[in-house]
């Protein structure tokens, strides 16, 4: 069968990683992090791109699309599952092309959901995580800056690409966490009752 993805946007801190492990366990997706992919690669002492990894991370720059592309292929295709959530990809209109190019063919983009959360807010949340020993290296004012840069310059107009193709269902993630929870069941519940993932594994 043809894995179907449903891909999760939103700027840093947005809620992403706390309502996929929601979503895996109550519809039973794969949770595939990209920054956490890229993480496990950089602490793996012989990958040949550990180094470059952790310096774009640092710098809250995107790591290029074809080493996240791999990651995400090997991901997929050692999954007896084929239902995934891709958190925090595509990022920028080069890993949009890389996913086109690479793995689109071979998957089924069923939806984008978008959590929608100023940057304050976003930025109080990483901080806040940060000083709770997250061990995340970008959970700093500096890396932070930076990420958000890269988030309004790059992946906002990815995110309005997929409004255009009438994919994205946006999600308002400033609310309290059991009403997102709850605007989030209800897409996902709709998702299922039109027959989109009827299969299980």
Same mark, same amino acid.
């Given at each position: ?77 050692? @999954? ?7 958190? $925090?990809?595509? %990022?920028?209109? &080069? #890993?949009? =092309?890389?996913?086109?190019? *690479? ?20 930025? @109080? ?7 709770? $020993?997250?061990? %995340?290296?970008? &959970? #700093?004012? =500096?890396?932070?800056?930076? *990420? ?54």
């Amino acid at each position: 069968m043809v894995p179907k993805v449903v891909f999760i946007l939103g700027g840093p801190g947005a809620g992403k990683g706390t309502h996929c492990k929601k979503i895996s366990k109550e519809f039973n997706f794969v949770h595939l992090s990209a920054g956490d992919l890229l993480r496990e690669e950089c602490a793996r002492p012989d990958s040949e791109y550990g180094a470059l990894i952790e310096e774009h991370i640092r710098e809250g720059k995107i790591v290029p699309v074809d080493i996240t592309c791999s990651l995400l292929e090997r991901a997929i295709q050692e @999954s007896a599952n084929k239902k995934f959530l891709i958190d $925090g990809f595509p %990022r920028n209109e &080069d #890993n949009l =092309e890389g996913w086109n190019r *690479r793995c689109a063919k071979n998957a089924q983009l069923l939806l984008v959901l978008y959590f929608n959360c100023p940057l304050e807010v976003c930025s @109080s949340r990483c901080l806040r995580r940060g000083a709770g $020993g997250s061990g %995340r290296s970008d &959970d #700093n004012a =500096e890396s932070l800056h930076k *990420r958000f840069h890269t988030y309004l310059s790059a992946t906002q107009p990815i995110i309005n690409r997929y409004k255009e193709l009438n994919l994205v269902r946006e999600i308002d993630s400033t609310q309290r966490i059991n009403k997102v929870w709850s605007d989030v069941k209800k897409i996902f519940n709709e998702l299922e009752a039109q027959g989109d993932f009827t299969y299980n594994n």
